[in-house]
């Protein structure tokens, strides 16, 4: 049996550990300081808690934590593998630019460790359904079999370090760029009082982009505050001089803005979701409600006022 140690009990990895688990997987994590939700999620996935030195004589070790941790947990895990001679295979799956991932395989420098850069895209895997892929590059054409074997859609990209944490950065940032900028500009047209104008042209002439957003917008709420520093990694992975770097540092703001606000009064949270409900099927307004409220009767004196998001 193989024995795979999950560190991080987050929705993804704790879901990742029980799909390994489940398909015959020797599993466990280390659950030192963690809240007692990640604990109780832990324990209701039957993933056993060890110590660190005990992760080492695990097969394989996947580290899926907030890109904010993942060069801190690799050189905690690359201490002990070098002073305990650890021989085994380290994958970091995170969602980290290729020159951080670099760093992480520093960190396991004459420890013996075979280190893999790793991508999960798409959701935590559920019983029953598709996905999420996780793409392995570096030296990983016989874990990739493994991981397999165990439940999970693990996919070779036949490159060195950097290409699966590369293609991370460049799917992020087209995906969650997007939510970032959509958040923005619904912002800035509530603000001008625009808001019913925009869902009506959105309904009308993107409504497959605003089906997406209706759900995307608001899955990221509670999301932001790890989306923070990845869009700060993918502003590395562009580089300092690169225009669209900027982009990102603004990205980074934006989802640091919507973390505090989900902490908080959730006010702006409470503007996006009532301007997405405008654009949905029950919610819906054609063109003429958004710009005079349907008032073209004979007796009209023309285009009435429209309250935005922040007078309603």
């Excluded at 941790?69 to 630019?97: H, M, Y």
Aim: glycine share 12%.
């Amino acid at each position: 049996m193989t024995k795979i140690a999950v560190i991080g009990m987050g929705a993804m990895g704790s879901a990742v550990a029980r799909t390994l688990l489940c398909s015959g997987a020797e599993i466990v994590t280390h659950l030192e300081g963690r809240s007692a939700q990640t604990r109780e999620r832990a324990t209701a996935s039957g993933i056993k808690d060890a110590d660190l030195k005990a992760l080492l004589a695990s097969d394989i070790i996947m580290s899926i934590v907030p890109p904010s941790q993942a060069l801190a947990v690799a050189e905690q895990i690359g201490r002990l593998a070098r002073a305990e001679k650890s021989v085994g295979v380290f994958i970091d799956c995170n969602a980290v630019s290729p020159e951080t991932v670099a760093k992480v395989a520093d960190a396991f420098d004459q420890s013996g460790t075979i280190v893999l850069d790793g991508c999960i895209i798409g959701g935590p895997p559920e019983p029953g359904k598709y996905g999420p892929r996780l793409y392995v590059s570096g030296a990983a054409g016989q874990v990739v079999p493994v991981l397999v074997e165990y439940g999970l859609d693990a996919r070779l990209i036949d490159s060195g370090l950097g290409a699966a944490s590369g293609l991370k950065m460049s799917y992020a940032g087209i995906n969650k760029g997007l939510i970032g900028l959509a958040t923005t500009m619904l912002l800035a047209a509530a603000k001008s009082g625009a808001d019913r104008a925009l869902m009506s042209e959105l309904a009308e002439s993107q409504p497959q982009l605003l089906a997406k957003l209706s759900t995307s917008i608001p899955d990221m709420y509670p999301k932001a505050y790890r989306w923070v520093a990845e869009m700060e990694e993918i502003a590395a992975f562009l580089g300092a001089n690169a225009p669209g770097a900027r982009v990102f540092d603004g990205m980074a703001a934006v989802f640091q803005k919507m973390a505090v606000d989900n902490s908080g009064e959730q006010g702006l949270a409470a503007s996006l979701s009532e301007m997405l409900a405008m654009g949905s099927p029950e919610g819906s307004i054609n063109r003429y409600d958004a710009l005079s409220n349907g008032n073209f009767d004979a007796g009209s004196n023309g285009l009435g006022a429209v309250p935005n998001a922040s007078q309603r």
